[in-house]
């Protein structure tokens, strides 16, 4: 507030809540009837907001070694910024572990917990207080990062389906005889489908979907969700043309044109199962490399659920290969994301099609519900599709974020 001293204005700074208020005084040249003074005059009243800081952009996270990097872009009405972090989506200043006063605009959070997802938050911080949270980013630390990489599955006979809690889509059981293959350690993550995906649009394949970086949008190495079977089998041709590969799926019995565009209900015929490209393991092939080598247990790891064996109840999905590989190497069989596999299926249909000691089956050739099938079991659904012989019935068209797939193969190269 500006007052009057020896008679000469002076300015008086009053500050209510986050606003500077600056009263300005003027002489009345006027004499105090009590006290035969000039009294001061109040003329103008202006105020002064001063903002608080904006919420920080561009926040992002990169994993390290027992370690999480985060980045956000500077803001001019900062002079610093407070990082909070927790293992929960939900994280928030209430909430997080605090990191107080940083300067600068990247800062490295250590002595994590490696193959923890971690959530992290960022504010802004000036002398009228600190903004509201921004975005949240998710990182995972890792001794090291996941590579992409087919594992070889052995030839040889096993038991397909479960009579160990009489689910009927899971009967008859009965016995499978495969030809070596081979199938991705990992489900197919977010960054190797958009390289392919990007290649495959300059090249004229067409996609339903453009898929996504796991449930959420937020962190590395997670798995592509958001994809439909068509997307899926269109992808891995496109992914064995990019890597010099034969395709495996065409739209004509002679395997002269290559499926690229629309939706094909592609039969047995039409795959060129002898080529070395890509394609979707068949579900028979899935359900042995799930098994890991064991005989007639329930999950990939023995007959009881336990915990801490699989993402089936996590707020949604983390990042590939956190969780211990079961025999064959292969990690996420159970939980994270379902997966599509090459066959037609229904529920109602279970096991009836099938002929015991079979050769390389490959499912019906149509099911009566227009589905086909998915395996392994998500993040959503519960733990009784994370069963090596779990099974669930999808249009082929359908897509969802807890929904993705892996690549197989008939050849190494």
Request: aromatic share 12%; proline share 6%; glycine share 10%.
């Amino acid at each position: 507030m500006q007052g009057w001293h020896k008679n000469r204005p002076f300015w008086v700074p009053v500050f209510l809540s986050s606003s500077l208020f600056l009263i300005t005084c003027a002489s009345k040249r006027a004499a105090s009837p009590s006290l035969g003074q000039e009294e001061p005059a109040v003329v103008e009243t202006r105020t002064s907001p001063v903002a608080a800081p904006l919420i920080p952009t561009g926040i992002s996270a990169q994993e390290g070694n027992g370690s999480v990097t985060v980045t956000w872009s500077l803001s001019t009405d900062a002079t610093s910024h407070n990082i909070y972090y927790a293992t929960s989506s939900s994280v928030s200043k209430e909430s997080g572990t605090k990191v107080a006063n940083v300067p600068g605009r990247s800062y490295t959070v250590r002595r994590l917990k490696n193959k923890t997802p971690y959530y992290f938050v960022v504010t802004a911080v000036n002398a009228t207080g600190e903004s509201d949270d921004s975005p949240s980013v998710m990182a995972t630390p890792l001794a090291k990062a996941p590579k992409p990489g087919l594992v070889r599955i052995p030839a040889g006979p096993f038991r397909m389906g479960d009579n160990l809690d009489q689910t009927a889509y899971s009967l008859p059981v009965h016995t499978v005889d495969l030809d070596e293959f081979y199938i991705d350690r990992y489900e197919t993550m977010y960054a190797l489908w958009k390289e392919v995906y990007d290649w495959a649009v300059a090249n004229g394949y067409e996609f339903d979907n453009t898929g996504s970086n796991g449930s959420s949008g937020k962190g590395n190495n997670l798995p592509v969700v958001m994809v439909n079977w068509y997307d899926a089998v269109k992808w891995l041709n496109a992914r064995s043309e990019k890597e010099g590969r034969t395709p495996v799926y065409y739209i004509d019995d002679a395997h002269r044109n290559v499926y690229r565009a629309g939706r094909v209900d592609l039969t047995n015929a039409q795959a060129k199962w002898e080529a070395n490209g890509y394609r979707l393991p068949t579900e028979a092939e899935w359900e042995k490399a799930a098994r890991g080598g064991l005989v007639g247990k329930r999950y990939p790891w023995g007959d009881e659920l336990g915990t801490g064996n699989a993402n089936d109840n996590m707020e949604g999905t983390v990042p590939v290969g956190i969780y211990r590989a079961n025999g064959y190497g292969l990690y996420d069989m159970a939980g994270n994301v379902f997966e599509w596999v090459w066959d037609w299926g229904s529920e109602s249909q279970a096991y009836d099609w099938a002929v015991d000691e079979d050769k390389n089956p490959r499912g019906p050739d149509s099911s009566d519900k227009g589905t086909r099938v998915r395996r392994g079991g998500g993040f959503k659904y519960g733990s009784q599709f994370l069963k090596c012989s779990g099974r669930m019935f999808r249009v082929p068209t359908y897509t969802a974020p807890y929904f993705g797939f892996r690549s197989a193969a008939s050849k190494p190269r």
